[in-house]
Each structure stands twice: as structure tokens, then as C-alpha cells.
């Protein structure tokens, strides 16, 4: 059973950095993709960062320059790196999963391009 669990959301102030990660089990996870996603109240989930096998990495406009996605492979992880976070940071975040036979494939903003999902951690950014 594959499962992505994310972790490291909580309630900071806008300034502040967060580090969120995601846990992949059930899956081999170098043949993967990830993404991270977010969905504000009232809004819906939009792209934040993907990462491909080979470590290539993608950015939504919104956050590039302030965010990092990485990954390590050996311990099938995916991490979020947050700094000067923002009150419109916001979110529930998700990590994702994206199958590829191409280790140079970065995800893309399509949800439906990828095939595994968490549950999501809240970050709430006070202003």
C-alpha cells in the first residue's frame, strides 16, 4: 500500500521559515516524480514545486525564490524548504507522486499527472 505522509506544517509569522516533509513508503520511490500543492481556504489546490528523479526542479511564480523542494532518495523523502513566508502561504499543503520512466521529467502543475497523494499539512502564516 503506497502512502505519503507529510509532516512539519504549524502556525508561524510571516518572516518565518518552515520545513515540510513527506514520507513515501509502499512505492520505489527513485522511479518517482514529486510535487508539492497547496489549497488556500476558499481556493482551489494550485501547484507549488516539483522535483524530478534526477533532482530537476520547477517552481509556481508565487514562491520561486523563497521555496526549495529537494528529495533523498535513500530515504524515500521529499522535503519543502519554506523561508519568508507570507500570510497567502497559507495552506494545507500535499505532496505528490509522479511515476516516470525518464529521470529528467519534472512534474508538472496537472494534478492528474500524478498517481499518489497525502493528507495534507496545514501551515498557517500570522501576519
Known amino acids: 500500500q503506497v502512502q505519503l505522509v507529510e509532516s512539519g506544517g504549524g502556525l508561524v509569522q510571516a518572516g518565518d521559515s518552515l520545513r515540510l516533509s513527506c514520507a513515501a513508503s509502499g512505492l520505489t520511490f527513485s522511479t518517482y516524480g514529486m510535487g508539492w500543492f497547496r489549497q488556500a481556504p476558499g481556493k482551489e489546490r494550485e501547484f507549488v514545486a516539483s522535483i524530478s528523479r534526477a533532482g530537476h526542479t520547477a517552481y509556481a511564480d508565487s514562491v520561486k525564490g523563497r521555496f526549495t523542494i529537494s528529495r533523498e532518495n535513500a530515504k524515500k523523502m521529499a522535503y519543502l524548504q519554506m523561508n519568508s513566508l507570507k500570510p497567502e502561504d497559507t495552506a494545507i499543503y500535499y505532496c505528490?507522486?509522479?511515476?516516470?520512466?525518464?529521470?529528467?521529467?519534472?512534474?508538472?502543475?496537472?494534478?492528474?499527472?500524478?498517481?499518489?497523494w497525502g493528507q495534507g499539512t496545514q501551515v498557517t502564516v500570522s501576519s
Open positions: 505528490a507522486a509522479d511515476f516516470s520512466d525518464n529521470a529528467y521529467y519534472t512534474p508538472g502543475d496537472v494534478e492528474a499527472d500524478y498517481d499518489y
